[in-house]
Nanobody, 124 residues
Framework: QVQLVESGGGLVQPGGSLRLSCAASGSIFSINAMAWYRQAPGKERDLVAAITINGNTMYTDSVQGRFTISRDTAKNTVHLQMNSLKPEDTAVYYC??????????????????WGQGTQVTVSS
């Protein structure tokens, strides 16, 4: 019913930039919030940044001032602009979307969907 397609990962040198994108498609009534998580080898999946339906944003401390999350409401897409990348940013990045399907719109029931993940490697 819902597909999340991520793009934009890759290999970049320290100090470089990457832009991740995640497009949601399917039987979507509305999107409440969109977020990016990351998971490094041997570690738990952690929240990186999130943006609400009202455009409010939050960032984990380690990326504050370097990463910017944004969304294109008309295209159901969320972006993560990552600047001044560090080796410790290396991880698989996942987008997460909190949305309501058309079939659940009457009761307003929302569900969480995840993208397939995209690898970001910061290395010289």
């Amino acid at each position: 019913q819902v597909q999340l397609v991520e793009s934009g990962g890759g290999l970049v040198q320290p100090g470089g930039s990457l832009r991740l994108s995640c497009a949601a498609s399917g039987s979507i009534f509305s999107i409440n919030a969109m977020a990016w998580y990351r998971q490094a080898p041997g570690k738990e999946r952690d929240l990186v940044a999130a943006i609400t339906i009202n455009g409010n944003t939050m960032y984990t401390d380690s990326v504050q001032g370097r990463f910017t999350i944004s969304r294109d409401t008309a295209k159901n897409t969320v972006h993560l602009q990552m600047n001044s990348l560090k080796p410790e940013d290396t991880a698989v990045y996942y987008c997460e979307v909190d949305l309501i399907l058309n079939s659940d719109s009457y009761y307003g029931i929302s569900n969480i969907y995840w993208g397939q993940g995209t690898q970001v490697t910061v290395s010289s």
